[in-house]
């Protein structure tokens, strides 16, 4: 979703604008802009559809322009569609400010009414403009910056992360949040807001995280926070420790690729702090013995792979805690009535730790009593502030907008902490526990094993990346999973999939198999292994072709009757998601390179979606 950097200080903005919006640029979006303030000449906006390059080119790389106050934008369309008019910034009438905006304003239309009755004239079709329109309307009221965004912000319905400048402010910026992600970054040479660090990384790794409700002044020397009420409020500061090449290439063609190569050592940095002496240990949250023993459900919400991950640790869960598990998309969970109380624990996953409705839904949970505890991999997001409890992946930054390495450490710390609750309530045997924790310890180097066969996979790729429709086949861990390959080759290469229960296909979707249908067949999870089996002769029979995904267990039975086989090693069933989902990755990365597609930044996608 939108990327918004600002920056004020005692270098040329430009190129920094540029910059941080180029590594931002993983967020998606369809246009990009700048505004800078110069002694000179006042603002100066440039701003165009399409990608970064186009802007970057459009001005020498910022070269172009002077003044050493910006802000810049880059933008994922919602209201309007993406052109040079409707790019960001906008700028209010009397083209005194600028302002740049993710998020969504509800009221605008009965604003932009109001304004146009007064005379103002709008030139885009967004709900953005609205917002530079009606601060310049309260500005001329009341003739300080400052108490016009006040005004504005307690007058516009939304969320909204906004970064402003007016051209009677030569050293200022303000920034103002609500339900957006933002953060101050306190550099040498300057101060900065962005969307997240990645944007400031290069300057600076001392940053805060903006709340709900406050705004920020930010000059070359100091950031002044205020509340809602102009009051002033301290901040805490954070230092980031990842290294600035954790979000570059680092030689590889694309992000995708790198982050599903970096698998194993995400799992391990998530799994190794957590076990000590053969027990999962988890010292960052706070449910005690007695909370857990009185859980009467549990709800798992989360969107896209997130919610993939609920749907295995269900399996998982359920098996291991025996108790009922829930997993909602956090778009229905909130609305709908959902059925929890002080009883109930709500598992909340996400990558971003700042989608949107996923973070709507947290809140609704909480709101009915609900406690909750946060997977998280991006530190000091939204969703880990608001948690009742976090616990993070340690995955690193991930720029891919298909997931892979957050997806992986998401789903192993779901099996520690499922593996932890089992232990308070005594659901799971001493075998079983010791079982799982020495695989867990295992699987950095078994998942290796996956990857080093890759070319197995990318010459799979290469025999069907030109099919048009693609089922993934399943049961239990293997459906869970199956939902995630398709997604993945769904988001990345266009190719229409699903994912099927296999015992469910007989009630319907067989009719689509037909001579030359592809068909991917999971058949990793252990106990239904012969179920499986038979599914994959069903659709065999109907002609379909068969790309079989199996364990060193069963590698010879499914030889026998599959097209063609990759087999990975084998593993506690619990775990076995964890080496069966990289196949279907690289094949998705795979038949995405053989179809040309924009692996990084696949269309009308964003890594963040921060809009409902
Ligand atoms: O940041 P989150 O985990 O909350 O994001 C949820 C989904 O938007 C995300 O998993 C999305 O489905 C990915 N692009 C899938 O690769």
Redesign the pocket.
Known sequence: MCGIIGFSGREQAAPILLDGLARMEYRGYDSAGIAVRAETCGLQVKKTKGRLQVLSTLTHGGADLEGTLGIGHTRWATHGEPNDINAHPHVSENGQIALVHNGIIENYLEIKEHLQKQGVTFTSDTDSEVVAQLLEFHYNECGSMLEAVGRVLRRIEGSYAFGIICSDYPNALIAARKDSPLILGYGENGNFIASDVTAVIKYTRDVAYMDDGEIAVVTPETIDVFDSELMPREKEHHQIDWDVSAAEKGGYAHFMFKEIMEQPEAIRKTVSPRIREGRVVLDDISLTAEYVKGISRIFVI???????VGMVSKYNWEHLLRRPVEVCL?SEFRYSDPLVDESTLVLV???????L??MAAMREARRRGGRTLAIV??VGSS?AREADDVLYTWAGPEI?????K??ST?LVLMDLVGLYLADLLGTVSREEYDAVLAEMQALPEKMQRVLENFEDVQYFASRYFNHNSIFFIGRNLDYAMGL?GS??LK??SYIHSEAYASGELKHGTISLIEPGTLVVALGTFAPLFDKAMSNVVEVKARGAEVLAVTTEMFREKMEKTANSTVVIPDTHPVLQPSLGVVPLQLFAYYVALQRGCDIDK?RN?????TVE
């Open positions: 989360a969107c896209g792979s997130s919610y993939h956090a996953i996400s990558q971003s730790g700042e989608t409705d996923t991999n991006v969703i891919a907008v298909a997931t892979t957050a997806y998401q995630e997604l993945k988001e990345i696949p996608l964003a890594k963040s979606v």
